[in-house]
């Protein structure tokens, strides 16, 4: 009976421990799955693969795997209409309290342009995460080196001065319209060149088929450099940026202040406790050593929002963007 006990008592042992190594083994992999305390993310870039809504998802899925935040974080494009196919996406999540979708200033120009049947108010705003700030540029024979050059030209040619920028009702637009408004002309009757990207926005300047460029400073930074063909004249910054040698519209005596913001929306119907979750996982990423080199990387300025002053931020953006499409007469 001893002799067949001991074996008996093996085969025990080795049972236990497998018993063991298999719930070790489901405890990593939840972890590694992100099952579990570490629920699934999913990041709605509202924008095809390479653009700034898309670097923004990318950026954060990066930083919360990084540290150790979340494992599994799945980046999903929602591209057409100027964002709202992915504002629509996220509007049909409501309750899902772990998907988030970029959002920014382009986005509320969008709905106001596109006929959306979604709007901001059908989404729970979360954080404003970063900005960055637009320029007023020329080519380096301009003779426009001031704003005052420019709206001495500006409002002699009113309808005939033609100002470059990217897409209809897009954000360079309406920087535009904000400019021209500033200077006292009407922003639906200005001659704007839509185009598709900084690239042929340069390219128009350099040819001479346009004669200022309105659009993202981090577009032109490059081309703007010492001995570069463009020339950054006003920037749309409250105070001078760090390491750019230029005044801002404000500065100037024009009153516009403007950014092309970036942040981070949440599907309807989440309780408070829900969205205050999302809230602390985004600031927990934005305090984060990945978060200051992602900021760093791409140019980007922390103009960090939570809920509360993000929520009124929209409110006013919305109000303002409203005011200027009808203004385009878009």
Request: with cysteine; proline share 5%; net charge negative.
């Amino acid at each position: 009976m001893r002799e067949r006990g001991v074996p008996l008592r093996v085969a025990g042992g080795l049972c236990a421990l497998l018993l063991v190594g298999t719930a070790l083994f489901d405890v990593r992999q939840s972890a590694a799955s992100g099952t579990g305390e570490q629920e699934k993310i999913l990041l709605i870039a509202p924008a095809a693969p390479g653009g700034g809504w898309d670097t923004l998802a990318r950026e954060m899925q990066n930083g919360l795997r990084e540290e150790d935040l979340r494992f599994n974080v799945e980046v999903r494009n929602a591209e057409g209409a100027g964002g709202t196919i992915g504002l629509a996406q996220i509007a049909n999540r409501e309750g899902q309290d772990n998907v988030l979708s970029m959002t920014g200033l382009g986005m509320v120009g969008a709905v106001e342009t596109t006929g959306s049947p979604y709007t901001m108010d059908d989404v729970t705003p979360i954080a404003q995460l970063a900005s960055e700030y637009l320029a007023v540029v020329v080519s380096a024979d301009s003779p426009h080196e001031t704003l005052d050059d420019l709206a001495e030209d500006w409002i002699a040619q009113a309808e005939t001065l033609p100002v470059a920028g990217g897409s209809m009702g897009g954000v360079d637009q309406i920087f535009a319209a904000r400019v021209a408004q500033s200077m006292g002309l009407v922003p639906g009757e200005i001659n704007y060149l839509p185009y598709s990207g900084g690239g042929e926005v340069l390219t128009s300047l350099l040819s001479g088929t346009s004669a200022v460029g309105f659009g993202t400073l981090g577009d032109f930074a490059d081309q703007a450099a010492d001995g570069g063909p463009l020339r950054v004249i006003a920037v749309s910054s409250p105070e001078r940026l760090d390491g750019v040698d230029v005044p801002t519209i404000i500065e100037q005596g024009y009153d516009v202040e403007m950014s092309n913001w970036r942040g981070v929306i949440a599907p309807p119907g989440l309780s408070d406790e829900q969205a205050d979750e999302l809230v602390a996982l985004v600031e927990e990423l934005r305090g984060s050593p990945s978060w200051a080199d992602t900021l760093e990387r791409n140019r980007w300025t922390d103009t960090y929002q939570d809920r509360a002053e993000f929520t009124a931020f929209l409110e006013e953006e919305v109000a303002l963007t409203q005011e200027t499409v009808e203004e385009l007469g878009l």
